[in-house]
């Protein structure tokens, strides 16, 4: 069982930055990965951000140059950088971790809204 806090979601203005948290605790194995869905209305779920237990990042086009995701393995947290947001990255973000068991956990959560 891996428990995940995120933090880090408000409200901002177009052009604005919001750095997102999320720490993991519990049965955490080696070679997880960590990332960012987010969901809006009436949108499809969409795979912001993952990264690797080594460190290999990958993005959703629609953020590439935007957004960084990054880790700390120490503290088994993940983090997203978000730069340059736009109305259309509105949304819940969703952290999650995937052991290499195949089992996946997510947290709460957190709202990003940003306005035009």
């Known amino acids: 069982q891996v428990q995940l806090v995120e933090s880090g979601g408000g409200l901002v203005q177009a052009g604005g930055s919001l750095r997102l948290s999320c720490a993991a605790s519990g049965s955490i194995f080696s070679g997880n990965t960590m990332g960012w869905y987010r969901r809006a209305p009436g949108k499809q779920r969409e795979l912001v951000a993952a990264i690797s237990s080594a460190g290999s990042p990958n993005y959703a086009d629609s953020v590439k140059g935007r957004f960084t995701i990054s880790r700390d393995n120490a503290k088994n947290t993940v983090y997203l950088q978000m730069n340059n947001l736009k109305p259309d990255d509105t949304a819940v973000y969703y952290c999650?971790?995937?052991?290499?068991?195949?089992?996946?956990?997510w947290g709460q959560g957190t709202q990003v809204t940003v306005s035009s």
């Open positions: 999650y971790t995937r052991q290499v068991t195949g089992v996946t956990d």
